[in-house]
């Protein structure tokens, strides 16, 4: 395609405009914007949320190549011609650099869905509230009606912003419940058993280190 277009560029007597090459290229990428929404979204006949975490995740890593490879091709483009390229390629491709963005928010969100839903089958005292907390988190950012990807709507960001201080705040109620159960349990072993538990959720946020350090202090005063 991009050989085709600089054919164009180059040697079209009517088309080899600035005006007429910019106009060519946005229509180009508004198609490929448009083409990677049917993709993900299966035709439109699904949400994000409706598809297997693997599968929605390879369909994003797939339009994010897609843009790269255009953008990679358009850069080859560049340097082939003897034309010099005097248009804008904010304007050319700001649409589809807008749609990546968004679907990086997006990938985001999922990694984190996926790596949270471990604790859903976590079994300890005191955790449920916690498990509940959760859920209507990710409930809240799943019942929302608009189109996450329309890279036009501004309310997925401030969503996006406050999806990700929730499960900040989450994740401090998990370390504290940590902490406490340190403090409650009445033995060093039934501590480790709990924390043991907590680190196989293997969520990369939760540091236990500090608590680990509270459990040696508990064993040492024991031993005194």
Request: proline residues 2%.
């Amino acid at each position: 395609m991009m050989e085709a277009i600089l054919m164009i560029y180059t040697t079209s007597q009517y088309y080899n405009t600035t005006d007429c090459m910019t106009h060519l290229f946005v229509k180009i990428t508004n198609q490929m914007v448009a083409a990677c929404k049917e993709y993900i979204t299966d035709r439109g006949h699904k949400r994000i949320w409706d598809f297997p975490y693997a599968e929605v995740s390879e369909r994003i890593k797939n339009a994010l190549a897609l843009y790269k490879e255009y953008d990679d091709g358009f850069q080859s483009m560049k340097n082939k011609s003897d034309k010099e390229f005097d248009f804008s390629e904010m304007y050319t491709f700001g649409k589809f650099v807008a749609f990546c963005k968004r679907l990086e928010k997006i990938q985001t969100m999922l990694n984190v869905i996926e790596r949270y839903n471990a604790m859903i089958s976590v079994k300890l005292e005191g955790f449920d509230p916690i498990i509940t907390k959760y859920k209507v988190i990710v409930s809240t950012i799943q019942k929302k009606g608009y189109d996450f990807l329309d890279q036009r709507k501004t309310s997925f960001d401030e969503d996006f912003e406050y999806f990700t201080t929730q499960i900040g705040q989450l994740t401090n109620k998990i370390m504290e419940f940590a902490e406490a159960t340190i403090i409650k349990r009445p033995t060093v072993t039934r501590c480790l058993e709990v924390m043991t538990r907590i680190e196989k959720l293997n969520i990369p946020e939760i540091k236990l280190e500090p608590h680990y350090a509270l459990i040696l202090d508990k064993y040492q005063v024991r031993l005194n």
